[in-house]
């Protein structure tokens, strides 16, 4: 019971944007209360009703925003309720959902707030230091069209790339194009597949892992 | 619920915390049952809705809290409890709040039922 109230108090502070005692004062209560709550009713019941912990915690920020609480103060600026932004972290969810997602959700931190936590978007356009999506543009992300440093979905473009059709420095997917190409049909500077174009540079590099394998193993 | 109703609601929640506070001390799941059962659901909210306010009311030093353990005769799993009490300060601040309240709607009345 009390590692079920703990995980969903830290899912709520997980999307809470505050100074660190803040969110130590918002746990103790939630604690208290959902211990409370569950004394005459079933924890599963207690939880439900209060809703998804990023609803609780979006509450939370915009009611937080509208009392002007003090460790907040000159962190959120913005006065609308579906777009937050504070000097380390914006956030912004449109009100148009579909299939449950919102159709655009920007969530994005700066490694320059003490308690740095990824922001993780998850919307038909999704936004973020992690993006999972139809559309996901992040540092990482994940979706149908993924653009990001890693990425994954079905056209995945990226530093580190893996999909069906996949474009980067590092990539690997059915179709492959990047500096380092794998998968079936390749395009690259070094590139491994099965149909393969490759530069110069990445013919001497295919060599040498041929090479480098024939030594290993004692192939001739 | 519309916007203008929540912004009207925003507006007296406060009061309400701090009158139901001068009456007893209340931890906060007893203030969000007590301000739901007591204004027939008007003002049924959600925890992320109130702790801000008593937040600020407790920064502002119109209320603190402290901490008390829970029955082990009367409970089946003893709970400690923050409670929330009004100080000296937040009572003279209810008393301000509800005379501005009280002026306000004798002028809202004033032109609601105005007889054209």
Redesign the interface.
Known sequence: MKDKIESFIHKILWEIEADEN?KK??A???R??I???S?NRDLDEVLSN??SPS??????M???Q?????DLKGLITAPNKNYLVNRYFIEYRSKINIFGLPLVHIKYSTRLSRSWKPGIARGIVAIGNIASGIIAIGGISIGIIAIGGISGGVLAIGGLAAGLMAAGGISAGFYAVGGIAIGFFTIGGASLGYHSIYGANGARAWNFIIKSFSDLFGIK | MGETSIQLKKGVIEILILKLLSREKMYGYQLLQELDIKTGGIFKMKEGTLYPVLYRLEDNAFISSLWEEGDKNMEKRPVPRKYYKITPDGIIELEKLVKSLRDMIRGINLILEEEI
């Open positions: 803040l004062r918002i103790q209560d939630l208290t209360q211990m409370e709550a004394q209060m809703g609803e609780i915690a979006h509450e939370f915009a009611s937080m509208d009392n002007n609480i003090e």
